[in-house]
């Protein structure tokens, strides 16, 4: 074996590939057949059970920099990895489900940005638009890129071509079957991901010996003993990923999660369209079992590779972190499974692309071309407009992932784009839902100053002036800043502005009244079961309970 | 009743969703079935080369009879509690109030 990258591929692992294309591009024009309103092509008409939703809401998380970047910070770092799982997602999914579900889906907004308008003012509303299309396009790019990027190692396609091809495959199915498409094939892809993944970690435990074998091995190789405790050494930063437990409680934990998990329409999205407010509750609370367990197949992976794979960890060429997925296959997988893998992980990619561009083109359409530019026509004209911001959003994604190649790490670059963009909205939001004195001028100043304190942070760390030791620390302090503004801003001109009546904060805000938990329910949703503070109470036990063999 | 009220404010809305709903698990179960029964057939035939890549795991078969299993899972759930008729417009909506099968497949 030469070490390269290149998979074997043969006609069967392509036979595999091509009947998946097939599939999805089937259920893009069965669904399309299914779209008579706006509502249907951008929420699905509010229709689909919480088990649809909720594997859609972790699908759509689960794209290439998940599944790529977490096996490599799991050949990097180890046990410590999990982090980004149990701290990091499960508390803010939990917090989304039970706290903030009620205000988004009761008040019957449609976006993100629209909770904005309603709450605040339409100055507050079109910033936060324009900068949710902004960040979805560039991050769309990234996505892009890291498909192109594996379509290149593993299948021998020059760049340029695979970042067209994935475009089109994605402007495909987006714009023939709308989000009703993109989240059903969410709901395949997030199976055929498993099945690619799982024989990837079965073989891999094969090999070295099961779970005891891994972490003997893990034990001698250069990672050490460090390498396989959580929160053992965190009282400094003496440990794999340089942190303090109070960096990883409340920047990973608190702000950046929070920030990426309750306001990324992206995310919020696919709960939105769930069919009631309990299915909706539910959403990102069933979402939450899947993603405690994602862990074996990201991070057992990534570390089995840094104890099989010679060399692994060079800083370039074939055996970087970042590959540590891509080898395992080349490796462990017999043509057959290693088809339905690379299926799954195009798959992921694709799953990336299209939570963007589905969340892009409903926050152009409604909250940009409907709101300010073309008001009151008909719901064709706004379908029409949709299918067009797919095109464009494609066409600008294109663009953008030509950016992304620009930078050496792109698990950093969107780092710093969640740091500017979630930071300070989730901030904004967290202040505007639990007090109703917060005036609308307050809301606008506030996220429109902590957008500028991170971004200038980040410049000002890319222009050198400030000297922060690793980019994860610049995201740390610039989303923490910007949180900080947020909260000052908002406090101080809260303080000389009249709040809005609480008649129109009603529904919007905490306290209020308002919000009906129970209006629509339907027959099943009031077994116990169903219930959203025991689901969330057992994710929550549950991630504390899988800490405790890894402390 | 009032959820029933609640719940026929849209016919239209919900008999397209019902028959969405009805394909959704569809297409997985066919596709796993699909894909399970290739894999395997290919698994039950695997050389020594594919076995020794492996570690000795007759990968394909298991990873494939899974699939199978996965995939028939998904259409028996269908066939078991199917989704509203979506052609007929008094019946959509009374498996529902019936309170019939799993509420969660609608």
Known sequence: MDGGLRLDLNWLDYTLLALYFVTVLGVGFAARRAIKTSVDFFLSGRSLPAWVTGLAFVSANLGALEIIGMAANGAQYGIMTTHYYWIGAVPAMVFLGIVMMPFYYGSKVRSVPEYLRRRFNTKAHLLNAITFAVAQMLIAGVNLYALALVLDALLGWPLWISIIVGAAIVLTYISIGGLTSAIYNEVLQFFVILAGLIPITVIGLVKVGGINGLFDKVRDSDLGEAGLHAWANTGSSDNPLGAHWLGIVFGLGFVLSFGYWTTNFAEVQRALSARNMSAARRTPLIAAYPKLLIPLLTVIPGMIAVVTVQGLGADEGDLVYNNAIPLLMRDLLPNGVLGIAVTGLMASFMAGMAANVSGFNTVFTYDIWQTYVRKERSDDYYIRIGRIATIGGIVVGIGTAFIAAGFSNIMNYIQALFSVFNAPLFATFIVGMFWKRMTAAAGFWSLLSGTVVALATYLLYLGGALPFDTDLEESFWGAGLAFVTVLVVAFVLSRFGQPKPDSELRGLVRGLGGVDLKGDVIAGDAAWYRSPLLLGGIALALSLLFYIPVW | ?106
């Open chain 2, 1 to 106: 009743m009032s959820d029933e009220e609640l719940l026929s404010d849209s016919e239209e809305e919900r008999r397209s969703a019902a028959a969405r709903m009805f394909d959704v698990r569809r297409v997985i179960g066919g596709l796993f079935v699909v894909y399970g029964v290739i894999v395997s057939l290919v698994g039950a035939f695997d050389g020594a080369g594919a076995l020794d890549k492996a570690q000795g795991v007759r990968i394909n078969l298991w990873a494939g009879l899974a699939m199978l299993a996965v995939g028939v899972l998904f259409l028996v759930w269908q066939w078991i509690s199917p989704a509203e008729a979506p052609a007929s417009d008094d019946s959509a909506g009374d498996a529902v109030e019936n309170g019939e099968g799993d509420a969660s497949v609608r």
